[in-house]
């Protein structure tokens, strides 16, 4: 029997990409939504309560099929399965995790091979572009490190609006205490004036 590890390129699964490019509190595995369906990966967005959904559901079984299929009509079931078993993931992802005011608008479907990734594109282009209409993106191993890379990037500028506004806080209670403090010596000014135009009537 063909198993999952009979592919040769293999990619990282989708975990360590998210453990290694997200810090803990920005994303959460197997979290419940709403309407109580749980997707692989929950990643919240920044000054949002919108969540991204990344689901790994891929029919890997079909793959292998179309790759140890031989003959025109052995390959030509195969490849039906396959796109039949990808746009049912499609739609369950689009049907299950798509939810208004709480996921982001696109979900992303993860491929757990950039083999796998080059085969959809190269022989399944209709797929592709049911996928997208249905606002659901479908990315290889390569491509979800390019996501994360760019939600870093979203979390680091989050971050340094926050720092900036620690620091405008910090700024704000500094120039109130040089106010306070200018008060105050204006008013010990005072009293010494006070005190030397007594000093000078006892002269």
Do not use: W
């Not at 049911?130 to 979390?155: D, E, G, H, Y």
């Amino acid at each position: 029997a063909v198993t999952e590890r009979s592919l040769e390129s293999i990619g990282p699964g989708m975990e360590p990409i998210i453990r290694d490019g997200l810090h803990a509190g920005a994303y959460a595995f197997q979290g419940t939504l709403s309407n109580g369906t749980r997707p692989d990966c929950l990643v919240t967005l920044p000054d949002s309560k919108i969540r991204l959904v990344i689901d790994a559901k891929f029919p890997l079984e079909a793959f292998n099929a179309l790759k140890v299929a031989r003959g025109e009509g052995e390959i030509r079931n195969a490849e039906a399965r396959l796109r039949g078993d990808v746009l049912k993931h499609v739609r369950d992802i689009a049907e299950k995790y798509l939810i208004s005011g709480e996921t982001h608008e696109t979900a992303i479907m993860f491929v757990p091979s950039e083999s796998i990734y080059a085969e959809l594109y190269e022989r399944f282009e209709d797929v592709l572009q049911k996928a997208n209409r249905a606002r659901v993106i479908i990315a290889s191993p390569n491509v979800l490190m390019l996501l994360v890379q760019t939600l870093q990037a979203i979390f680091k500028d989050a971050r340094m609006r926050e720092q900036a506004g620690l620091i405008k806080v910090e700024v704000t209670r500094l120039l109130e205490d040089v106010e306070r403090l200018k008060e105050r010596v204006g008013d010990l000014q005072k009293h010494f004036g006070a005190a030397a135009g007594d000093l000078e009537k006892l002269a």
